[in-house]
């Protein structure tokens, strides 16, 4: 399996940690609803097909990132970082500008 | 007579061996069962069994997707053990210990069980004291543990590098003479020959579609082979726990599939006669009666439902094999495959009523499914007859997670990935 890495281009899976399922909500950190953070914290879609998960690029420029692999081919659609799907537009920007640029923009 | 005996083997080479009984019916499935049994795995015809046998339910159903032994009852590194740290695991993989013991009797079919014990495997002083405390819990609730030194498992363990300089020098280890292997499809054709004989129905590619709905409550399933109604209906159907409950409209379980991958070596002359653990990383390795090393590591590490594994894990398998056993360096792999294992976020399993009015569910074993095949069947079984879980697995209820009453062997949390 390879990961594209938004930094770092496609890279072998050894170099990747599982950080689980993506599509759990965690509740705000003042709730005290029981339900909403037992759901957070046992309960999964497990869903056999798309699964939006994170990985952190442990082995490599360590960031976390978000990505859509297929749990029944373990093909990978996409990859995104994690920093929030309002990311989106500003990955499409970060696509047209220098390497250099983008590290800068992190610091 | 029984069935199969010396005596039978006689009569039926007298008669050239063309009159045997098929081991089980093809029946076409009845409109209606009092139990419909959802998965015709290890555990599914182990609770078809014991719901014959101890329960006298024998208006029973097992439904299967696929052929018998198609599922994770054929893709097991066949380790049967009880070493474990807590007293409700324990209990209840000693009592299926004890099941196994009887087993080849109980169902007039040779599963091999072969006791030649479970060596696991320490590398430092606090890996040696932490398996000593697990050794005496084992012992205080009903089960055997025997430690051994370095020189002990030199002899009894002659091909192992004991030697200062190996990476993860071996200070003792922890031995489970009770444990051993078993042969797993005669697992699956003697349970599901001994249910058959006493009535239940066993219908291989037969697809579960959806469930038959009476309110909330769960009055039969259909099929791909039709409907069938059932006054309950018991899901055992390991990695595919959550396709499944989704088609009665469960969407959030505690469970996450995984894929989990395992090997067998070319046959080699006897080399090792007992199940050694490698405690510096993960590995368990023993040797088929055909000479096959059979072994595994840890899981792929990742939500997974394709029965097939990736390569880092088979490069950490096999360099944990080489540290162990030198000498294996060159012998060559024969065959690798993966199964879909059901983990739950505790890593202990779920034998529960519900969740559903009319519906049981068996699920969550981790990878530790094979050796509790029997005490799963036999208490899922009296969970379906009585209503109600037996002692033994009423702390493995599904309501644990929201009571906060979780069964953690290794203390991981709710991290499926690593139990």
């Given at each position: 399996m390879l990961i594209n890495c938004p930094y770092c281009g496609p890279r072998d899976l050894s170099e990747f940690t599982y950080r689980g399922d993506a599509n759990r909500t965690r509740p705000a950190?003042?709730?005290?609803?029981q339900a909403a953070w037992n759901a957070y914290v046992y309960e999964r879609v497990?869903?056999?097909?798309d699964h939006p998960e994170y990985w952190q690029h442990s082995g490599g420029c360590r960031s976390h990132i978000l990505v859509m692999r297929s749990?029944?081919?373990?093909?990978?659609a996409s990859v995104s970082l994690?920093?929030?799907?309002?990311?989106a537009s500003a990955r499409r920007q970060q696509k047209k500008r220098p390497a250099r640029r983008r590290q800068e923009d992190r610091t | 007579m029984a069935e199969y005996s010396a005596l039978s083997l006689l009569k039926h080479a007298w008669s050239g061996n063309r009159d045997w009984r098929p081991a089980w019916r093809k029946p076409e499935p009845k409109p209606s069962y009092d139990v419909v049994i959802v998965g015709g795995g290890g555990h599914g015809l182990a609770t078809a069994h014991y719901l014959a046998?101890?329960?006298?339910?024998?208006n029973v159903a097992v439904l299967e997707?696929?052929?018998?032994?198609?599922g994770n009852i054929g893709r097991n590194t066949t380790i049967v053990r009880?070493?474990?740290?807590?007293g409700e695991s324990i209990r209840f993989y000693d009592f299926s210990v004890k099941l196994w013991e009887d087993l080849a009797q109980d169902l007039n079919y040779?599963?091999?069980?072969?006791?030649?014990g479970v060596l696991n495997l320490a590398h430092s002083p606090g890996q040696a004291d932490d398996f000593i405390r697990r050794g005496n819990a084992m012992r205080h609730d009903g089960g055997d543990a025997v430690w051994l030194n370095r020189d002990a498992i030199a002899r009894k363990v002659?091909?192992?590098?004991?030697?200062?300089?190996?990476?993860f020098p071996v200070v003792g280890g922890l031995l489970q003479p009770r444990a051993g292997t078993a042969r797993h499809d005669a697992v699956a054709w003697g349970f599901a020959r001994a249910a058959d004989r006493r009535g239940v129905d066993i219908i291989e590619n037969c697809e579960v579609t959806g469930f038959v709905r009476d309110g909330e409550r769960i009055t039969g399933v259909t099929t791909t082979r039709g409907e069938i109604a059932a006054k309950k209906v018991a899901v055992a159907v390991a990695g595919s726990t959550g396709r499944v409950m989704k088609l009665a409209?469960?969407?959030?379980?505690p469970i996450e599939s995984h894929v989990l991958q395992a090997f067998v070596s070319e046959a080699l002359k006897p080399f090792v006669d007992t199940v050694v653990t490698f405690g510096g990383g993960h590995l368990y390795m023993s040797q088929s009666d055909k000479g096959g090393l059979v072994f595994g590591g840890n899981l792929d590490g990742y939500n997974s439902y394709a029965q097939r594994g990736n390569l880092p894990v088979v490069e950490e398998v096999m360099s944990e094999m080489v540290a162990l056993f030198?000498?294996?360096?060159?012998v060559r792999l024969l065959r690798s495959w993966g199964g879909v294992m059901d983990m739950s976020m505790d890593g202990s399993p779920i034998i529960t009523t519900g969740p559903l009015p009319g519906m049981y569910l068996n699920t969550?074993?981790?990878?530790?499914g094979f050796k509790a095949t029997p005490a799963s069947g036999w208490c899922f079984a009296w969970t379906i007859a009585k209503d109600e879980p037996h002692p033994l697995n009423a702390?493995?209820?599904?309501?644990r997670f929201q009571r906060g009453i979780l069964t953690d062997e290794k203390g991981q949390g709710a991290t499926p990935q690593l139990h």
């Open positions: 950190d003042t709730s005290t609803d497990n869903t056999a097909g749990t029944l081919t373990h093909e990978i994690a920093r929030g799907q309002k990311k | 046998k101890e329960h006298g339910i024998t997707k696929g052929w018998l032994g198609s009880s070493n474990y740290l807590l040779n599963v091999m069980f072969s006791q030649r002659p091909g192992l590098d004991l030697s200062g300089s190996a990476r409209g469960i969407e959030r379980l030198p000498g294996l360096a060159r969550g074993w981790c990878y530790g702390p493995f209820t599904l309501d």
